[in-house]
Antibody
């Protein structure tokens, strides 16, 4: 069925790195832009990054620019988020998400279940 | 940067109409999307492009925009509608997605 499954979350010390993965299935991965959106405990949604359907365009929230890198492997139908220089304020559930019609302004119509990243010493 | 402002909470009795607002500078010229999130779950798209309902979303959910305010309207509110609701736009001037802070809908 159509789904997104995140993995790679866990507890990491400040300043260290972590890579999240998101396995897509049930749709043509190469046709859609993909996002990472995070949610700190008890807080609202915060957009993190988006990558275009072909990987040529990438945009980042100011809070993660220069530290996080979004990428995709179309052959594996997998989305990634490389997170470096992690900070306590990066602690959140990270959702992988698919856009509705392949444009930066397109809404998200499919979300993963999320993976928890905790940055703590 | 572009800011979207939502009321923290809205309360409504079952069967009544709930209106959740999302304020932003000239938001009427943007495409506004709305998400519903229940505790412990991923968000669900309930309205996109201001007023379009995705397949499977009840007709009770509708959206509109005018000037500096977008509104999500939920008619004949049910207990199962109790959730957090977030508005969202793509800010082309900064190439950033922006979410509103979210509104907790309580069904009395």
């Amino acid at each position: 069925q159509v789904q997104l499954v995140e993995s790679g979350g866990g507890v990491v010390q400040p300043g260290r790195s972590l890579r999240l993965s998101c396995a897509a299935s049930g749709f043509t991965f190469s046709n859609y832009g993909m996002h990472w959106v995070r949610q700190a405990p008890g807080k609202g949604l915060e957009w993190v990054a988006v990558i275009s359907y072909d990987g040529s365009d990438k945009y980042y929230a100011d809070s993660v620019k220069g530290r996080f890198t979004i990428s995709r492997d179309i052959s594996k139908s997998t989305l990634y988020l490389q997170m470096n220089s992690l900070r306590a304020e990066d602690t959140a559930i990270y959702f992988c998400a698919k856009d509705h019609y392949g444009d930066h302004s397109a809404p998200i119509d499919l979300w993963g279940q999320g993976t928890l990243v905790t940055v703590s010493s | 940067s572009y800011v979207l402002t939502q009321p923290p909470s809205v309360s409504v009795a079952p069967g009544q109409t709930a209106r959740i607002t999302c304020g932003g500078n000239n938001i009427g010229s943007q495409s506004v999307h709305w998400y519903q999130q229940k505790p412990g779950q991923a968000p669900v798209l309930v309205v996109y492009d201001d007023s379009v309902r995705p397949s499977g979303i009840p007709e009770r959910f509708s959206g509109s925009t005018s000037g500096n305010t977008a509104t999500l309207t939920i008619s004949r509110v049910e207990a199962g509608d109790e959730a957090d609701y977030f508005c969202q736009v793509w800010d082309a001037s900064s190439d950033h997605w922006v979410f509103g802070g979210g509104t907790k809908l309580t069904v009395l």
